[in-house]
């Protein structure tokens, strides 16, 4: 059964252009959403297998995304990577202590971040 | 001649007499005209006077004599039994005078005892013998009238006529007088010698005074010589004891001397004088014994008196025949003794007969008065009481003058010796003078260096732009600079001498009550460390406060720490333009990264060959994009950690972690990459806890292991070793056996930028900034890190961290 992805950031070309590649490395159902607010209802809508939730994003972030991911039992059991541009080792701890499965510092590798999923999937 | 004129002429014989007598006060000058005048007067042919000895001898003193009559008798000595001695007390006892007349077979006595010289003259038949002697004489009539002088028959006046004479009682009264008349001239001389005698002995003793008291040098021989002179000696000495049992005695000496006496001593023989041998001393105590103390030793005569037997070998081949020795004796103190020898002298006597051929038990008259001269040679010459007396004298003298010349030099002794002390004292003085001066003028040098000094301080701490104020160990300020006063809001007066901590930095900026013993300050007090506190905030007196930047150091006076000063500055701004720095990086990064991210995911697709086939030229254009914008990515990564690293914006999150953990985990990191170079790493974990960063040690670690496996060339090691250090550190070792590094640029490597070589970024895929950012890493944990190479043969990196915090 094929596994859905589902990509949250503001960024319209990091958006399509990670779709793009992961469609292409691999076999996975990508959706989009655009903000916060927008990837919590897709999250609940399209229960997906992992989220990919950028950090810096306008009206809601990633880590009240991610909080309001975790206070919803809909969603709260859903693998969450984040995807930030803060490369420093104490932020990403930070994101660690969230129990977060994942943190990929942009820019990323495709291939890197497709051997993450691959490897939270199972 | 009338009788009238007799008696003119008898007035003045007596006025005239009377007169010489008080003309002239020489003996021998009255004695003469004495026999003269009576001559004259009596009109006979001898008159003489007959002086007596104290044996009862005697000798004619004086003569008048009508040569062609009579024979003189001047000069002669008569012994003793001419006048015996019962005929001379009748002389003294009752002033019998005595005429004789031969012819008449007569003698007439007259006494003239209680001045009563108008006796009458008894007459009686004189004696046999007194006619023949006077017969044999020349006599044919003799008067004799004695001289009295005081209590001692002194002599006789004597009249000898060759023809028998009568003499009146008037004529013995007359010359009766003149006999009177020169007892008193006699007397008078007397006098007059005793007072001559008495002037020189005073003279002698002013002479010998005069030497012995000249206190600056006493002539001490030069005045023995005059003792000697004065006493009639022939020699003399003065031996003094010595002072101490150090010393030696001294013995000066003036004349014929006796020789020194052989000393028998242990196992030898020595010659010493007199004075030291111990005959002396005890015929000193052998002496004193039979006399009175306080006179002095007199030997009369060395052959009357026996001497020690040891003395007669020194004195024998000597001439000395008699001996007067003063012990010269001052306050109980016997300071030495002063002996003056005599030697005998030859005495020749003329007798008016031969005395041993005069037998005095013969009575019969004498038939010869023919001249015999006896000569007694070295006969001693006994002392008179008046030259022991002198002796006496002049040894109290010389014992006087001893014993202030000891007590003089010893004055000396003292004043040299305080005189060598003074100058020893003066010497130190001095010295200690210049040292003075020359410590007055290092003190006023160092003073107004320190004036100096002092000034450029107060310029410096009126002139700096941060606040500094000193503390002693209660907290207490010492000074304030006008900056610090200035940025507080006070005035220097304000915040002088008090307690500064209650002032300005009283609460944290919630309000937190913050403790004097809670404050870095106070630490830096208690343990002398150094405090860099950038987190805290100061009160101004208008209750505002301000973030703070300050360092405490302690204060140190000969290893003990006596306060703190602390210097501060308002930070408020440049937290301003960090938080502003620190967003931009935050915004700057975010923003490259973003457009970063969606090429990176791109090219990474395509260039992967999952799309479709593309020419090789594409293909390689992707692959170049590909690289670069990795290491755009890796670039972006590096200017940003090494900003917020340096800036201390990165706070180093220290935790124990076990060194070999981190080295094994760098390698993991860089194994694969390591393989790809065909390179092998040898690993030696070390096991010791680290209080550290993992994460930025193990970036530490990965960076000089990547840099390593870059620069070795295939089929070589890398290795990665650690030590335990005496100080307490860990020193991490990364080796490689690659190209080296110049020594030129050992040092500047680990700047940004300062590859070796400028192609390396490119080919190496280095950024140029993984150094730098190590050393930062190292700094910001406290330790070292640097480079060891040899061109050609490989380098070393090596950096040290303390495995405490």
């Not at chain 2, 008037?170 to 007397?190: G, M, P, W, Y």
């Not at chain 2, 410590?439 to 002092?454: F, Q, V, Y």
């Not at chain 2, 805290?536 to 703190?564: H, L, M």
Request: glycine content about 4%; some cysteine; proline content about 4%.
């Amino acid at each position: 059964m094929t596994k859905t992805i589902l990509i949250i950031d503001d960024d319209d070309d990091i958006r399509e252009a990670t779709q793009i590649c992961l469609e292409i490395i691999g076999d996975w159902k990508i959706i989009t959403a655009s903000s916060g607010r927008e990837g919590l209802q897709e999250a609940t809508n399209q229960k997906p297998d992992v989220i990919l939730l950028d950090v810096m994003m306008p009206d809601m972030d990633g880590i009240e995304t991610f909080t309001q991911l975790q206070a919803n039992t809909a969603t709260q059991n859903i693998p969450v990577i984040f995807l930030t541009a803060k490369a420093q080792p104490a932020e990403q701890r930070q994101f660690t202590q969230l129990k977060v499965s994942g943190v990929i510092t942009k820019p990323y590798d495709p291939f890197e971040l497709s051997d993450n999923i691959t490897k939270i999937l199972g | 001649m009338t009788k009238k004129k007799k008696v003119d002429s008898l007035e003045m014989m007596l006025h005239r007499m009377i007169d010489r007598i008080r003309q002239s006060l020489e003996l021998s000058v009255i004695l003469s005209s004495t026999v003269a005048e009576v001559r004259a007067f009596l009109n006979t042919d001898r008159v003489k006077i007959y002086q007596f000895e104290a044996d009862g001898s005697g000798e004619v003193v004086a003569e008048s004599v009508d040569s062609q009559k009579l024979s003189s008798l001047l000069g002669q000595h008569f012994p003793a039994e001419d006048i015996p001695l019962e005929i001379r007390e009748l002389y003294l006892r009752e002033r019998q005078r005595t005429i004789v007349n031969i012819a008449s077979r007569q003698i007439g006595m007259s006494s003239s005892v209680n001045g009563n010289s108008e006796a009458e003259i008894k007459f009686r038949e004189v004696d046999p013998c007194h006619a023949e002697y006077l017969v044999a004489m020349g006599a044919q009539s003799s008067l004799v009238v004695p001289i009295v002088d005081r209590d001692r028959l002194w002599g006789l006046l004597v009249s000898h006529h060759s023809l028998p004479q009568i003499v009146t009682k008037n004529e013995l009264e007359v010359v009766q007088l003149i006999a009177d008349q020169t007892s008193i001239a006699i007397a008078q001389s007397n006098l007059l010698e005793s007072t001559r005698a008495q002037a020189k002995q005073e003279a002698s003793i002013n002479r010998v005074g005069e030497f012995l008291h000249s206190m600056t040098e006493m002539q001490l021989q030069k005045a023995l010589k005059q003792t000697v002179f004065a006493v009639q000696g022939s020699g003399g000495r003065v031996y003094i004891t010595p002072q101490n049992t150090e010393s030696e005695g001294q013995l000066f000496v003036s004349g014929e001397q006796p020789l020194l006496l052989a000393q028998e001593e242990e196992n030898s023989q020595s010659f010493v004088p007199l004075e030291k041998h111990p005959s002396w001393q005890t015929w000193l105590k052998n002496t004193l014994q039979s006399r009175d103390l306080a006179l002095p030793l007199a030997i009369a005569d060395f052959d009357a008196n026996p001497l020690p037997s040891d003395w007669k070998i020194c004195f024998k081949p000597t001439r000395i025949k008699s001996i007067i020795t003063i012990k010269l004796e001052y306050r109980q103190k016997i300071l030495g003794y002063l002996s003056i020898f005599r030697q005998g002298i030859d005495i020749e006597t003329i007798w008016a007969k031969r005395p041993d051929r005069d037998d005095p038990r013969n009575q019969f008259p004498r038939k010869s008065f023919e001249i015999w001269r006896e000569l007694k040679q070295n006969k001693a010459r006994p002392w008179t009481s008046s030259e022991i007396e002198l002796a006496q004298t002049l040894g109290n003298h010389f014992a006087i003058a001893i014993y202030q010349y000891q007590l003089y030099q010893q004055v000396r002794a003292l004043n040299a010796s305080l005189e060598l002390r003074v100058q020893e004292r003066t010497a130190e003085l001095q010295q200690a003078n210049q040292k003075l001066v020359q410590e007055i003028s290092d003190r006023l040098k160092t003073r107004a260096s320190l004036e100096r000094l002092s000034h450029q301080n107060e310029l410096i701490l009126n002139s700096a732009g941060e606040g500094i104020y000193g503390l002693n160990l209660e907290g207490i300020t010492t000074f304030v600079n006008p900056a610090a006063a200035e940025i507080l809001g006070y005035g220097v007066d304000e915040l002088e001498s008090q307690p500064i901590h209650e002032i300005v930095n009283h609460s944290t900026a919630e309000g937190i009550v913050y403790s004097w013993q809670e404050t870095p300050i106070y630490q830096t007090l208690q343990t002398g460390e150094i405090h860099y506190i950038t987190n805290e905030i100061f009160w101004r007196k208008d209750r505002t406060n301000f973030p703070v930047e300050y360092v405490s150091t302690p204060i140190r006076e000969q290893e003990q720490i006596v306060g703190a000063v602390v210097i501060f500055k308002d930070i408020t701004e440049r937290l301003i333009i960090d938080r502003m720095k620190d967003e931009f990086v935050s915004v700057v990064s975010h923003e490259l990264r973003t457009p970063l991210t969606s090429i990176r995911s791109a090219i990474g697709v395509l260039s992967s060959g999952r799309l479709e086939p593309k020419s090789s030229k594409s293909q390689r254009l992707l692959e170049i994009a590909l690289n670069n914008s990795n290491h755009l990515v890796r670039l972006i990564n590096d200017i940003l950690d090494l900003e917020r690293i340096k800036s201390g914006k990165v706070t180093m999150l220290k935790e124990n972690h076990n060194a070999a953990d981190l080295m094994t985990d760098a390698v993991e990191i860089v194994q694969s990459m390591a393989d790809k170079a065909q390179i092998t790493i040898s690993v030696t974990p070390l096991s010791v806890q680290l209080w550290s960063d993992r994460d930025r040690l193990i970036q530490t670690l990965t960076n000089l292991l990547s840099n390593a496996i870059k620069f070795s060339p295939p089929h070589t090691t890398v290795h990665l070793d650690a030590q335990l250090q005496s100080d307490g550190t860990i020193r991490f070792e990364v080796k490689d056996r690659g190209r080296g590094i110049p020594p030129d640029s050992l040092e500047t490597i680990f700047d940004r930028f300062q590859q070796v070589d400028a192609s390396d970024s490119r080919d190496r895929g280095g950024t140029g900034l993984g150094l730098a950012i190590c050393r930062s890493i190292v700094q910001q944990h406290g330790g070292q890190i640097w480079v060891e190479s040899i061109l050609g043969q490989g380098s070393t990196f090596c950096f040290t961290l303390p495995i405490g915090d």
